[in-house]
Structure formats: C-alpha cells, structure tokens
C-alpha cells in the first residue's frame, strides 16, 4: 500500500514539475527574443533593472532563465555587472508569483484548464495561439500533479510515514538543508515551494517549516546560474557570484527574525507574515501564507540591499577583480563634437557600420558552426550577436540624422550620409534574417535530429561560402571605398540567384531518386538557401549604395 502510494505521488510530481517546465517554456517562446531587447533597453539604471527584473521573470516565470539571460548578456558585452545587479533582485521577487498562482488551489478545474489549452494549441494555426494554448495546457497540468499528490499524501501522512522527515525539518538549519537539495534535484525553487504548499494542503506541514524549507529553495535556484556561468568570462562568472550572495542574504535578513526575535509569543516574521496575508488577501489560509512569505523576503531583501547596490558592487569586484574596465557594448567612434564638421562626422559613422558588418559576418559564420556543433546553446550566442549589431544601428542611423541637421552639407557629403543610411539597414536586415529565419531553421534541424545528405550539406555550405564572401567584400568596399569591389558586389546579385536555382534543381533530384535525408530535410534546405539568397540581395545593395545607385 505504501510502495504503491509513493509510486503515485512521484507520478504526480512529475506531472507537476513537467507542467511548470512546459509552462515556462511556452512563455519564453511567447516572449522570444524581443525579452533580451527589451531588457538591454530598460537596465540603464538600478530601479529600471529592477523593474525589468520583475517584468522579465514574469513573462518566463523562472528566475533561473533570467539569470542565464543575464549571464549570456553579460558575456556578450551588452551589459555591465552592475546593471544585472538590480535585475536579479526583480527577479527574485517576480519567480515567487509562481507559487501565489499555486496557493490559490485551483485544481478541481486543472483537467479542464490542460484540456482547453491542448485545443487551443491542437486546433491554432497561428504560433501566437499555439503557445498561449500549451502555456494553459502546461499551468493545467500543474495543478493535476498537485491534486494528485495531496490526495496520496494523507494517507501516508495518516500512516506516519512522513513524521522523520517532518521532525528533522522543524529544526531551521535542516529546513534549509532539505529546501536546498530537493531543489538541487528538480532544479526549481517554484517546485519546491509547490511541493512545500502540497504539503500544507495536506496537513502535513506547518507555516515555519515550510518557510525553512523555502529559503533553502531560494539558495538551491542559484546552481543554474552558476553553471551556466562555466566557461565564461570573469563577468559572467561574477552574475553568478551575485545570484548566490544575494539569495544568501536574503535567507540571513530573515533567519533572526526566525529564531531570535518574538512577538506576541511567536517568530516576528511569522507573525508578519500572518499579518500581511491577513490584510492583502483577507485569509488565514496556509498556503495563502507559505506563498506570501516567499514573496515577502525577496521583497525585504530588495528593500534592505536595491539602495546598497553601490557598496555590493564595490564589495562583490573586489572578491571578484574585473581583468579590464568594465564597459557595455556600444559605438566607440561616433562623437557628437564632430557634428560641426561633417567629413570627420561621416568618416566616424562609417567606421562604426563596419563594426555593424563584421558582427553580421561573424553570424553568418556562425551558421555553419551552428550546424556542425549541433548545439542550441550557440544559436542563443547568434541572437547575442544580432543585438549589438542593432545597437550600433541604432547609434549611428541618429548620428547620420544630426549630422545632416548640423550642416549645410556639400552634395558629395550628402549622398554619402545617404548612402550610409542605406548601408547600415541592409546589414541589419542581414543580421535579422540569420537570427529570425536561419536559427529557428537550425533549430528544427537539430530538435528532430535530422541530417542532410552528404550533396545537400555540401552544396549548403557551398552557397554559404559565396554568400559570406560577398558580404566579407563589401565591408572591404565599404571600409576602402573601392568602386571596382562594390562592382563586384553588385554583380553577385545575379550570379547567386542563378546558383540558387541550380542548387533548388539538384536538391529536387535527389527527392526523385528516393534519397531519405533529402526528403527528411527537404522544407529545411529549400529554406535555408532561399535565406541565403536573401542575404546576398542585401550584399548587392550595399555594392548599390557605394556605387551611389540610391
């Protein structure tokens, strides 16, 4: 009976953490890319990092995504360790909403929430719907894992089989243990503290242990950023360091108050906490209280340290020196006081879309690195990369505006800021068609374990040569200003146009013959050389715009 019992409640475990993982990963594919822009955009200063924090890990619901976003951003240059600073505190507080949505049990309508969201997302032909129809599905079958554990753990709870464990967990230092490896193990604080409001929806637990239990979650969630800072740079390294002493201190801001000081004949955070679940939710609901105190010390926490920022951030460089100075990614020629004189002006801005086109030729190059490593983790590094060439855009598309404002400019010098415009849209659109239409293809390559065919993948990085050396060129013209490369350049359109059909043809020979890779990646390669394709028409009309043919 009790073999039995314990087969169930892990069953419904994995149900429930298979829900909370699924659920996540819905949001994340909702969010897309655009959660890394807006977050480069909004952490300029601590409160805006903070509420980017919060806005961030509600839109994943997963403070350990948004400690890797952060890592992986970090690594790239795009922001400084300071400014990832007050996001992992928002994020602290924005993972904890989590275990409010579990608190409030809804679970005798979870059948009826998962199967509603596996419609939606069955019957929907737009992504959009897709994932909002598998985030229900996944936030359903949640709360059908929880139901189906509370219901098994009373009768083991009625047979004391849970009393060792219960009575190690009421000493504090144990809670904390126990919270630290089961999250260690499942890999989720909003787990554990899911399987800590199980409990107490069971009667099986009481409001201090699972506060005890649920700081020692708030540590464990810290071992993904920390692995996922191996073989990074020293910043990287420190986001992780970061996430680990923030989350400490949060559980020591609170442990006194735990086991020291009491107020009306029990622990003062206990009775704060009591009281604030009391006047915010007008309940005296357990599991109302074990979520309102995961939320209330990353809210204390924030409030105690977001002020300190400065000070950590001296104290925290200097356990962790930075080997140089620490600056994120931006232009580094444009500079406003050359408005006035607009050869110097433009010279500048051109330097910088350069820096642009070499970061889009990095990626293209990465495509085939992507391909042959077979590894997801790199195409994240892509999308990294397409970022800053949109920074530089972004820069340098104003600066040419201001230049034009500021000066009466000489036809020469005119057609050249145009030209410039014109130069540094066509490598962002580059930039994108590799991040938006190449990565999601290596993707699907890669999740399906599909292969190309030996002629396939060889005629792929055949065009994939000619396409990179195009683009390589016009760089070269663009930094040298040389005509007869951008002639070059321009000529290509046609040549890799008529390629590309070749290719097409060859690729549909060897569906005829039968040959099972070609049909398994057909839709894949079809795509893919059609994007390369695209790519070179944006080369050509770099070799265009120099050629002054805007």
């Known amino acids: 009976m009790i073999f039995s019992l314990s087969l169930g409640i892990i069953g419904g475990l994995g149900i429930f953490i298979f829900g909370m993982l699924y659920l996540n990963d819905a949001l994340q594919k909702m969010a897309g890319n655009r959660i890394q822009k807006i977050a480069l955009t909004l952490t300029r200063s601590p409160l805006r990092g903070f509420i980017t924090g919060i806005g961030v890990t509600l839109a994943n619901q997963s403070s350990s995504a948004t400690a890797l976003m952060e890592v992986s951003m970090v690594s790239a240059g795009l922001v400084t360790f300071y400014q990832t600073m007050a996001v992992t505190m928002g994020a602290e507080i924005g993972s904890t909403v989590t275990t409010q949505l579990i608190a409030f049990n809804i679970s005798s309508y979870a059948a009826f929430i998962a199967g509603f969201g596996f419609f939606i997302s069955f019957f929907s032909r737009t992504k959009k719907m897709k994932h909002i129809g598998e985030a229900l599905l996944g936030f359903g079958l949640l709360f059908v894992g929880i139901k189906i554990m509370s219901e098994l753990i009373i009768?083991?709870?009625?047979?004391?089989?849970?009393?060792?464990?219960?009575?190690?967990?009421?000493?504090?230092?144990?809670g904390i243990a126990a919270g630290l490896a089961i999250t260690l193990l499942i890999h989720s604080s909003g787990a554990t503290s899911g399987i800590v409001i199980v409990l107490a929806m069971a009667g099986t637990i009481n409001l201090s242990q699972a506060v005890f239990i649920n700081l020692g979650a708030q540590i464990g969630t810290c071992a993904t950023a920390v692995l996922g800072s191996f073989n990074r740079g020293r910043e990287a390294k420190r986001v992780a360091l970061w996430h680990v002493v923030h989350q400490t201190l949060g559980v020591i801001l609170v442990y006194p108050f735990l086991v020291l000081f009491t107020y009306n004949g029990e622990p003062c955070w206990l009775y704060f906490i009591k009281w604030v679940t009391r006047s915010m939710c007008f309940s005296e609901d357990l599991s109302r209280q074990i979520a309102m105190a995961h939320t209330l010390v990353a809210v204390a926490n924030a409030l105690v340290f977001l002020p300190l920022l400065p000070l950590m951030n001296r104290v925290m460089t200097a356990l962790f020196p930075a080997r140089d100075i620490e600056k994120p990614f931006g232009p580094i020629?444009?500079?406003?006081?050359?408005l006035p004189t607009p050869t110097l002006a433009l010279e500048q801005a051109r330097k910088e879309i350069v820096r642009e086109g070499e970061i889009v030729l990095e990626m293209m190059t990465d495509v085939i690195k992507v391909f042959t490593a077979r590894d997801i983790m790199m195409s994240e590094t892509v999308s990294l990369k397409d970022i800053r060439a949109d920074v530089l855009r972004n820069a340098v598309v104003p600066y040419l505006a201001r230049v034009a404002q500021n000066s009466v400019l000489e036809e020469d010098q005119s057609l050249l800021e145009i030209q410039l415009v014109y130069i540094a849209a066509d490598f962002e659109e580059i930039g994108d068609i590799v991040d938006k239409n190449i990565m999601p293809l290596v993707r699907k390559h890669i999740e399906n374990n599909l292969w190309f065919s030996d002629e396939g993948w060889k005629d792929i990085n055949d065009l994939h040569a000619r396409v990179s050396n195009n683009l390589k060129e016009s760089i070269e013209a663009l930094r040298t200003g040389n005509p007869e490369i951008a002639r070059l350049i321009l000529d290509s359109k046609v040549d890799i146009n008529a390629y590309e059909s070749e290719l097409r043809k060859r690729h549909i020979s060897r569906l005829h013959t039968g040959l099972q890779e070609a049909l398994e990646t057909s839709s894949i390669h079809l795509d893919l050389i059609d994007q390369f394709r695209r790519i070179n028409s944006h080369v050509a009309s770099v070799g265009a715009a120099l050629l002054g043919q805007v």
């Open 155 to 174: 009768p083991l709870r009625d047979r004391g089989v849970l009393e060792h464990f219960l009575a190690h967990s009421s000493n504090p230092l144990m």
């Open 333 to 338: 020629y444009i500079d406003e006081g050359l």
